[in-house]
T-cell receptor
Framework: GQQLNQSPQSMFIQEGEDVSMNCTSS?????WLWYKQDPGEGPVLLIA?????ELTSNGRLTAQFGITRKDSFLNISASIPSDVGIYFC????????????FGTGTRLTVIP | DAEITQSPRHKITETGRQVTLACHQT?????MFWYRQDLGHGLRLIHYSYGVQDTNKGEVSDGYSVSRSNTEDLPLTLESAASSQTSVYFC????????????FGPGTRLTVL
């Protein structure tokens, strides 16, 4: 199956710092999604991207759909303790497909 | 409020036993999915269904089966549990609108001894 390479695998940052993580694929995707997973919970959708080059924000979160359609980036500004969790990227292979391929996740720790 | 639930939340079983994990959603979504989550692999698709009586194999379907007899439920069955199936299992559902509307359940942690 398709594997999305997500980096970094883990991050330890001070509260207030900005965070950047990215996801790359050998295949083209039509949609890129970013999820956050809290301990003991299922993933929750943060941002969805539908067009190459698209830049979308959700509060302190900003994500971009790479021009090549093979990558995506997520930035978190001014991190706070509740940002702790695992962040996953996911790609939808074609418009209308209901299956997603997930990255391996970035575990974020925010030090107060 | 509409929701998606999974049961049990935790399960310990023995190798060779049959195990069924339940997933129930009240959004009336047509599409339902089962994923497993393992360290280093993220979430991998096991089976999915686009409606009643429809089932499809995902990336890692060997050793698993599903059935869809109504809109609300998609139980996942491990016919003969193996230690390699120790994992956290997530169910998700979506409307026909596409993958971005997938809502995930809280997960079931399964341990096969």
């Amino acid at each position: 199956g398709q594997q999305l390479n997500q980096s970094p695998q883990s991050m330890f940052i001070q509260e207030g710092e900005d965070v950047s993580m990215n996801c790359t694929s050998s295949s083209i995707f039509n949609t890129w999604l970013w999820y956050k997973q809290d301990p003991g919970e299922g993933p929750v959708l943060l941002i969805a991207l539908y067009k190459a080059g698209e830049l979308t924000s959700n509060g302190r979160l900003t994500a971009q759909f790479g021009i090549t359609r093979k990558d995506s980036f997520l930035n978190i500004s001014a991190s706070i303790p509740s940002d702790v969790g695992i962040y996953f990227c996911a790609g939808q292979p074609w418009t209308g497909a209901n299956n997603l391929f997930f990255g391996t996740g970035t575990r974020l720790t925010v030090i107060p | 409020d509409a929701e998606i639930t999974q049961s049990p939340r935790h399960k310990i079983t023995e190798t060779g036993r049959q195990v069924t994990l339940a997933c129930h959603q009240t959004w009336n979504h047509n599409n339902m999915f089962w994923y497993r989550q393992d360290l280093g692999h993220g979430l991998r698709l096991i089976h999915y269904s686009y409606g009643v009586q429809d089932t499809n194999k995902g990336e890692v379907s060997d050793g698993y089966s599903v059935s869809r007899s109504n809109t609300e439920d998609l139980p996942l069955t491990l016919e003969s549990a193996a230690s390699s199936q120790t994992s956290v299992y997530f169910c998700a559902s979506s409307s026909s609108g596409g993958a971005d509307t997938q809502y995930f359940g809280p997960g079931t942690r399964l341990t096969v001894l």
